[in-house]
Each structure stands twice: as C-alpha cells, then as structure tokens.
C-alpha cells in the first residue's frame, strides 16, 4: 500500500502563486509515476500533471502548461506541483496520485483546496 498526503492550499488572488506538496510512504518503491487531478465543483475531476518516478518525463493538460511545474524529491518520496500566473478557472480541489504498475492501481491523497478570487 501506498500513503498519499497532500499540503500547501489555500486561497490566493488571481495572478498569485501556489506550491503543493505530496509526500508518499508505504511501498514507494512500486510507484511508477506521481501526478495531480483537481475536480471543481459540478465537475468531473480532471488530470493536471504527472512526471515519472524514476524519469523526468512530465505531462501537462494544456490548460495549465507554461504555468504550472511538477517535480519530485526522491530522497523525500515528495511530489510538489508549483503554480504560477493562477486563475479564478483553477479554483478546485487537487488530488495527488501515485500510479502503480504490475498490477496496475492508482492510489489518492484526501485533496487540498485551491481558491483563486477575481
């Protein structure tokens, strides 16, 4: 198993900069890649960004590339997610997920707030 905690929300104004974190514990040694989903109210939760665990290949949704960064600290089994130039639209909860292979299953954080205000 896989622990997933996420930190750094909170509410920030438009233009403002945000960094998440997601320390992961348990069988890390089995995660193939680390990533973030939000899900805003009435919507579906949407992928946002993912980087391989033992690689540096990363994936944005175009929404958020150029603003956005994920990144890893190994030695701190960490994921962080910085977030620049935010806006009102990226106002959601933001869920980390540790993406496991052989066999294939996911594993969630219990989410952190981002507000954006206009």
């Known amino acids: 198993q896989v622990q997933l905690v996420e930190s750094g929300g909170g509410l920030v104004q438009a233009g403002g900069s945000l960094r998440l974190s997601c320390a992961a514990s348990g069988r890390t040694a089995n995660i193939y890649s680390m990533g973030w989903f939000r899900q805003a109210p009435g919507k579906e939760r949407e992928f946002v960004a993912q980087i391989g665990w033992s690689s540096d290949v990363t994936y944005y949704v175009d929404a958020v590339k150029d603003r956005f960064a994920i990144s890893r600290d190994n030695a701190k089994n960490t994921v962080y997610l910085q977030m620049n130039s935010l806006k009102p639209e990226d106002t959601a909860v933001y869920y980390c997920?540790?993406?496991?292979?052989?066999?294939?299953?996911?594993?969630w954080g219990q989410g952190t707030q981002v507000t954006v205000s206009s």
């Open positions: 997920n540790a993406h496991i292979i052989l066999p294939t299953y996911d594993y």
